[in-house]
């Protein structure tokens, strides 16, 4: 029980910052971290204006969400009920998690590493997207207008 409340007080520690021109923490944040949800916190460099807030977000993305969002894709492309490996499957899921990437490197713009995985998903739906247009032109072009993509 003790263990249990030392933790929670170095997780609220870690959200919470300090007062200076730096970076300031919405108490929802703290209420987030000891609830148990997982947090997304952005660093401020200057909080002189309206722009370094609205750089500083605090957004709730809690696991369940992003399942939901990977079996609403399953089930809207997969051939079958439980298709996960069929190329149109692996192309959508693909393109979910390079919006996510994007996501994330336009708020942290020096992170590299993650900016060679994406990369590397690029490279992977491309490989993916050529199989399907040399085996099923008809497919491909059906699933390239369905998410949207440029070709």
Do not use: C
């Amino acid at each position: 029980m003790a263990k249990e409340k030392a933790k929670k007080t170095v997780k609220t520690a870690s959200v919470k910052t300090s007062t200076s021109a730096k970076a300031t923490v919405d108490k929802s944040a703290v209420k987030s971290v000891k609830s148990g949800k997982s947090v997304k916190e952005t660093k401020v460099v200057k909080a002189s204006s309206a722009k370094a807030t609205a750089a500083k977000e605090v957004i709730e993305t809690p696991k369940s969400n992003l399942e939901d969002d990977k079996q609403k894709i399953i089930d809207k492309f997969g051939q079958k009920k439980g298709d996960t490996g069929s190329p149109e499957v692996q192309v959508a899921l693909l393109s979910l998690k390079i919006d996510k990437l994007a996501e994330h490197l336009e708020i942290n713009k020096k992170d590299n590493h993650s900016r060679r995985g994406l990369l590397k998903v690029i490279a992977k739906r491309r490989r993916i997207l050529n199989y399907l247009q040399k085996l099923n032109e008809k497919r491909y072009k059906k699933l390239i207008k369905e998410i949207g993509l440029k070709k």
